[in-house]
């Protein structure tokens, strides 16, 4: 699968909204995102339109971390991230993550990205303390599934290869965690997929 080309600053004002390839064309991205506090609350949930039946088939793609391309919701959450729509890729992780979350590895790393959502969600309201606790509790679940699965550190899962993308999280987040950053702190590294060996 291809990368994703670099994107705008998320967290400076934009005339553009960042261009991206889409990996979910089936599901429209929302007219914009969804401040909590900051914003009004969204008419309906980004996957309003795809629930029911149609979801859960989706959904019956996990825990296989190796399906997780064919998974509509799981890549319509990445686009959603990439276009800067944290709080609504978020809800469409955690959708996936509530059929999952006993699984030890799949559960442990969506629940890293919905933390990691969480945690950007936090810089954009200014809210520094909650954004350095859910930053590292992000990065704590992809090291749990490190830890609980050995060949994580060679093939990825759902498409992600955790070691390079911990590396890239904790570049991303050292100077919140140090506090140096004027909540402006660039955009966030980039969802990349990888084919297992």
Known sequence: MKYHPPLQNFFREQTEKPQCPRLCFQIPLPPEPYLPGLSPPPSRHPLEPWSGEFQQNLLGHFPNPALCKRNLIYLFGIDLYHNGFFWE?????????????????TGSCLKGLIQHTAALLKIKVKNLQGAQSLSRKAISYFQIVLAV????WKNPILGIHLPLWIKSLTTFYLPLWNQLIPLSPGHPPLIKLYSEN
């Open 89 to 105: 890729a978020h809800e469409a992780w955690e959708k996936i993550w509530r059929q999952v979350k006993s699984h030890p590895v």
């Open 149 to 152: 699965y050995p060949p994580a």
